[in-house]
């Protein structure tokens, strides 16, 4: 099994520019979470999908932030209009259903100049 | 409000020392409990969980962590620690039941020094 598959690593973009950032969950995994690390904020947990279904996108940024899972083995989380202050390791996770495990990518790096 | 707390940031013991790092939980009712490490520049791979039954849970490398009701707490502990230990440590909760998102604590940074 290859693990949660996350690109770009590193992602540097200018301030106003569009980022997008990608995610293959496990095979077989129904759920695939989206967080964001920082050294202030620690883990934020941003977005979730079960079978492909939004479910819990409270910590979602309203404003310049969407996710989307079109089929079952990606996500995207797309970042408008960039701003210094989303610099993060954006972090993807899969699990499989009920078990509360979370499996986590490598995570992406994006950072905003 | 759901959380989860860690309250040592920092946390530094001599190779082949016991080690706990502590963790304080706030959920209504039992949540499902982890534990998980991150070593640099890696992402997060899981340690031990908790879902129910006898309270102490074993892990990988040696790692075990104890849940206690009463204390609202799942602190995590290994008898000899070994350079290699050095890393950051997250608890986290989610509810049972409920949303699976899990919620996690400010993070341990563990260092081992020889």
């Known amino acids: 099994n290859a693990g949660v598959i996350q690109t770009p690593r590193h992602k540097v973009t200018g301030k106003g520019q569009e980022a997008t950032l990608w995610c293959e969950p496990i095979s077989g995994h129904s759920a695939v979470f989206w967080y964001r690390q920082t050294i202030v904020q620690g883990l934020e947990f941003l977005t979730y999908?079960?079978?492909?279904?939004?479910?819990?996108d409270s910590g979602m940024p309203k404003e310049r932030f969407s996710a989307q899972m079109p089929n079952q083995s990606h996500s995207t989380l797309k970042i408008q209009s960039t701003q210094p202050q989303d610099s993060a390791v954006y972090l993807c996770a899969s699990s499989r259903q009920g078990t509360g495990q979370l499996y986590f990518g490598e995570g992406s790096k994006l950072t905003v100049l | 409000a759901q959380s989860v707390t860690q309250p040592d940031a920092r946390v530094t013991v001599s190779e082949g020392a016991s080690l706990q790092l502590r963790c304080k939980y706030s959920y209504s009712g039992t949540p499902y409990l982890f534990w998980y490490v991150q070593y640099q520049r890696q992402g997060l791979q899981l340690l031990l969980k908790y879902y129910s039954g006898d309270p102490v849970v074993q892990g990988v490398n040696g790692f075990e962590a104890e849940f206690s009701k009463s204390d609202s707490s799942f602190h995590l502990r290994k008898a000899s620690v070994h350079w290699s230990d050095s890393a950051v440590y997250f608890c986290a909760a989610s509810r049972q039941g409920g949303s699976a998102k899990l919620i996690f604590g400010e993070g341990t940074k563990l260092t081992v020094s020889s």
């Open positions: 999908f079960r079978n492909q279904a939004p479910i819990d």
